[in-house]
């Protein structure tokens, strides 16, 4: 499966430009070709927190789920609602969410993990 990300986001990463120029005249349309660019960054940036999620410590899947939620719903604004800045429902509804779930993950794993020890 990483294999699999890491082949996605490095061609995401070589071929953004192409990508954003097929649908778009860089010269014409400026404003398009750069919130699809935006986009394509918001979707390698997603790619790139999954990669090591995987293989890694109790603490650091925990951040990595906050940094995924983040991203997630970043991205979602973008692609999906057409926002391209940031408001301030973001601050209010999407940083407590990205923490609580990052917490919940990193507390029910630490429980579940002491008593499969015990």
């Given at each position: 499966m990483q294999a699999i990300l890491i082949i996605i986001f490095t061609l995401l990463w070589r071929l953004n430009t192409a990508i954003c120029d097929h649908y778009y005249n860089y010269d014409l349309e400026y404003g398009?070709?750069?919130?699809?660019?935006?986009?394509?960054?918001?979707?390698?940036?997603?790619?790139?927190?999954?990669i090591p999620l995987f293989k890694q410590t109790l603490f650091s899947k925990s951040l990595l789920i906050f940094s995924l939620v983040l991203i997630s719903i970043s991205a979602f604004c973008k692609i999906v609602l057409n926002e391209h800045e940031?408001?301030?429902?973001?601050?209010?509804?999407?940083?407590?969410?990205?923490?609580?779930?990052?917490?919940?993950?990193?507390?029910?794993?630490?429980?579940?993990?002491?008593?499969?020890?015990?």
């Open positions: 398009q070709w750069y919130y699809l660019r935006c986009d394509i960054y918001e979707v390698m940036f997603l790619i790139a927190m999954l940031v408001t301030e429902r973001f601050y209010f509804l999407i940083i407590p969410l990205a923490v609580s779930t990052g917490y919940i993950y990193y507390e029910k794993r630490n429980k579940g993990e002491n008593l499969t020890k015990g």
